[in-house]
């Protein structure tokens, strides 16, 4: 039950760089699967926070990376089963965590 | 007309600064902070307390608990003769770094050597909420079972110590150590990691000497960097 701060956040970053724009329609978000944020549950807080800001009835888009391995051993690129974290190519511990991580606003469009 | 601004901004940018002030205020007061994160239950207040109780006569220690609700944890802890803050976050998952700014100006900070913070009961949301503390320490406990690092990735790979709690136990769960450690390894190689268990005192030695080595190292000057996102 984090999302309520995170989506003032939210608010408060594109309110920052909406300069002098009229409303504001679209924000972008980049979430990887490991920050554990919910899509639907931010949307939720969402309108009703950006009630009666010129945010409100913005579109929230959440593009969602996965989390993903790069083995050094192999130079595969695989995405855990849930049970491992080994190269599912080649066997290697070596491994290591590429993306999953991301939680950034991207952007934003405004009129 | 629309037209796209663009941002790129890390959504938890603002707890972050705050992260940040809370670390000069303790830098300034010479003062070392840990940040303990553990499922309920997994044995955060035991852990502190027997730590106060070995190192209570050697370091200045002081405490902040945060859970959703109660005093329970702060009750214990203040019965050592410790100064003790109890945040409620009233429902929230997790302490975040504006709570730290309410809770440390209750503390005198200048005259700790050491402060403990227990945050809230939960293996997923304190691992994303910077508190600005100097160490973020994991309490994992063998009841949970061995596949924990692999569920909950992101917790093992924001810490910079582990203890595994309740190892006198471990006889009674098909616990497999080689897996847990293998998965840990992995998200975060190298991790100091002491498997202790707070009922028999085993494996606490080497988790205090660990603590007073970071406290001398950081009284020395060596602090702790503080890494941005």
């Given at each position: ?111 | ?19 940040l002030t809370n670390r000069a205020q303790l830098n300034d007061a010479g003062l070392f902070g840990l940040n303990l994160m553990a499922s309920p239950g997994a044995g955060k207040t035991s852990v502190i307390m027997a ?44 302490l975040d770094a504006f709570m730290m700014q309410g809770a440390l100006p209750q503390l005198s900070l200048s005259e700790l050597d050491l402060l403990v913070v227990e945050n809230v009961g939960n293996l997923v949301c ?19 079972g061995d596949d924990k690092p692999y569920k909950y990735p992101a917790m093992y790979l924001g810490v910079d110590v582990m203890l595994l709690n309740k190892m006198d136990v471990i006889e009674a769960f098909d616990f ?54």
């Amino acid at each position: 039950m984090h999302e309520l701060p995170i989506t003032q956040n939210i608010l408060q970053i594109a309110l920052r760089h909406a300069g002098d724009a009229k409303r504001i329609t679209r924000i972008n978000l980049v979430i990887g699967d490991l920050s554990a944020v919910i899509g639907d549950s931010v949307q939720f807080y969402w309108d009703i926070i950006s009630k009666g800001t010129i945010a409100e009835g913005a579109t929230l888009h959440f593009e969602r990376i996965r989390a993903c391995f790069h083995c050094n051993d192999c130079e595969n690129a695989f995405e855990p089963d849930g049970r491992k974290f080994e190269c599912p190519q080649c066997g290697s511990d070596q491994v290591n965590l590429v993306s999953g991580r991301e939680f950034q606003l991207e952007s934003i469009e405004v009129e | 007309m629309a037209k796209k601004v663009t941002v790129v901004e890390e959504i938890l940018s603002e707890n972050d600064r705050a992260a940040l002030t809370n670390r000069a205020q303790l830098n300034d007061a010479g003062l070392f902070g840990l940040n303990l994160m553990a499922s309920p239950g997994a044995g955060k207040t035991s852990v502190i307390m027997a730590t106060i109780q070995a190192l209570g006569d050697k370091l200045r220690i002081g405490y902040i608990d945060g859970d959703l609700a109660s005093s329970i944890d702060v009750d214990k802890v203040a019965e050592l003769g410790v100064p003790a803050v109890q945040i409620n976050t009233g429902g929230l998952c997790h302490l975040d770094a504006f709570m730290m700014q309410g809770a440390l100006p209750q503390l005198s900070l200048s005259e700790l050597d050491l402060l403990v913070v227990e945050n809230v009961g939960n293996l997923v949301c304190p691992s994303g909420f910077r508190l600005g503390i100097h160490r973020n320490v994991l309490i994992a406990s063998v009841p949970e079972g061995d596949d924990k690092p692999y569920k909950y990735p992101a917790m093992y790979l924001g810490v910079d110590v582990m203890l595994l709690n309740k190892m006198d136990v471990i006889e009674a769960f098909d616990f497999d150590m080689e897996y847990f450690k293998r998965g840990v390894e992995i998200l975060n190689p190298g991790l100091a990691f002491f498997p202790v268990s707070c009922k028999t005192g085993e494996g606490l030695d080497n988790w205090l000497a660990w603590v007073r080595s970071e406290v001398a190292a950081f009284k020395e000057g060596i602090v702790a960097v503080y890494e941005p996102r």
